[in-house]
Structure formats: structure tokens, C-alpha cells
């Protein structure tokens, strides 16, 4: 059973454009979100976050939009450039129950095709 | 700049085989994860480490060991390969005092299992 889920496996837009990335989550007890990017042949690498207790983040082109009451959150890149064409991985974190680290539960992805 | 390697990018194995596969991260990070990524399913963790030693299991353990022997390297290790072991395998680090709580990930592994 999923807890985080990407239901866009794919999507394209034209360069420039905005392109928006969703995300949804089952367990109430995340308390914290995270947006990676992967490039092939490349690990991921962290993108931009968001406290539970926020419902939005900025960092330059990437905004982070965090709905609570609807357990979803979405990444808006604009403007959209051919660079960013990556997969995006939504991850949502928690303690884990020994309370020994923070977990990363990890959506399946989006991949993002910017088109010139 | 958080360093995280991993000893091979590709390998092939075959069924039956132990197949050790190796992380080392430069920064003295606390934790350390081993996850598998594969089409449709996301990363799913296999295994965590929070100290020299001491591991938890994740999501999907079943086939799989870790060793943590020293605070910088943390190993994977598949007992007896087999085909649906054929995946891509990410290492990841993290400081329990992260701001962000975020996981500093390799390069992968792809492991092929023939």
C-alpha cells in the first residue's frame, strides 16, 4: 500500500511554461516533505522542502504547495526550462518507530520533459 | 559538497551468487539507507543504519543483509542473488541534525541478475 503517491507517471511542457508536479500522502504522521530530482545514470539530488506546518515554500523557480486537509502537496516550476527535464521523486519523511533516524517514504515519480 | 560513492555503477551477477555491494560517504553522517529504485514502484528502502553497527530494517528486507562497520562505510549484501534482485540500488546519507532532514544520495548500482 502506497502511503506517497505520483499519479502522473510522465509530463510534458513547452519551455517557459509552468509546469505542475502532484503529490499525495496517506499517513497523517508526516510532518515534512521533500522534492528530488533525478537525472539518468545519476542519483537523486534534494530540490526544495516544506514543513508540515507551511503551506507553501519558494526557493527561485520552484515553489512547494503543501494542502494539509487534502493530504497533497505540488511542486510549480516556472518558468519551466529544457534543463529541468529530470524525474521528480515526492518524498515525505517521518520518525521512524524505534525513533532512531528519519524516514524518507518515497512517490513512484514523474518524469518532466521540457520541450524547446 | 556531501561526497556519497558507491563501488560499481553496473554489475552483473548470477543466480546463487553473494554479492557485496559498497557506500562510502565523506561527511561523517550519522545514517545511512540502501534502497532499491525500480520502474513504477518509487525507492523503496531495504535497510538503514543510524551508528556504527547497529541497523534497522526497512520496507523490503527479505534477501537482503547489511554490515556497518565502520561510521563511513555501509554495505549491502545480497546472500543469493537472484533474478528479482535485478534492480537499481541507491546509497544515502543523512545528518540526524540535518536542516532539512534530507538524504544525500549516489550515484546507483545497477545490478543485473542473470
Known amino acids: 500500500d502506497q502511503q506517497v503517491k505520483q499519479n502522473s507517471p510522465s509530463l510534458s511542457v513547452q519551455e517557459g511554461r509552468i509546469s505542475i508536479l502532484n503529490c499525495d500522502y496517506t499517513n497523517s504522521m508526516f510532518d515534512y516533505f521533500l522534492w528530488y530530482k533525478k537525472y539518468p545514470a545519476e542519483g537523486p539530488t534534494f530540490l526544495i522542502s516544506?514543513?508540515?506546518?507551511?503551506d507553501k515554500n519558494e526557493d527561485g523557480r520552484f515553489t512547494v504547495f503543501l494542502n494539509k486537509s487534502a493530504k497533497h502537496l505540488s511542486l510549480h516550476i516556472v518558468p519551466s526550462q529544457p534543463g529541468d527535464s529530470a524525474v521528480y521523486f515526492c518524498?515525505?519523511?517521518?520518525?521512524?518507530?524505534?525513533?532512531?533516524?528519519?524516514?524518507?517514504?518515497f512517490g513512484s515519480g514523474t518524469q518532466l520533459t521540457v520541450l524547446p | 559538497d556531501v561526497k556519497v560513492t558507491q563501488s560499481s555503477r553496473y554489475l552483473v551477477k548470477r543466480t546463487g551468487e553473494k554479492v557485496f555491494l559498497e557506500c562510502v560517504q565523506d561527511?561523517?553522517?550519522?545514517?545511512m539507507f540502501w534502497y532499491r529504485q525500480d520502474p513504477g514502484l518509487g525507492l523503496r528502502l531495504i535497510y538503514f543504519?543510524?551508528?556504527?553497527?547497529?541497523?534497522e530494517k526497512g520496507d523490503i528486507p527479505e534477501g537482503y543483509s547489511v554490515s556497518r562497520e565502520k561510521k563511513e562505510r555501509f554495505s549491502l549484501i545480497l546472500e543469493s542473488a537472484s533474478t528479482n534482485q535485478t534492480s537499481m540500488y541507491l546509497c544515502?546519507?543523512?545528518?540526524?541534525?540535518?536542516?532539512?532532514?534530507?538524504?544525500?544520495f549516489g550515484p546507483g548500482t545497477r545490478l543485473t541478475v542473470t
Open positions: 561527511m561523517d553522517h550519522e545514517n
Open positions: 518524498a515525505a519523511s517521518v520518525i521512524f518507530s524505534s525513533g532512531s533516524a528519519r524516514q524518507l517514504t
Open positions: 543504519s543510524y551508528d556504527v553497527k547497529m541497523k
Open positions: 516544506i514543513s508540515s506546518i507551511k
Open positions: 544515502a546519507s543523512q545528518s540526524p541534525d540535518g536542516l532539512n532532514y534530507e538524504q544525500y
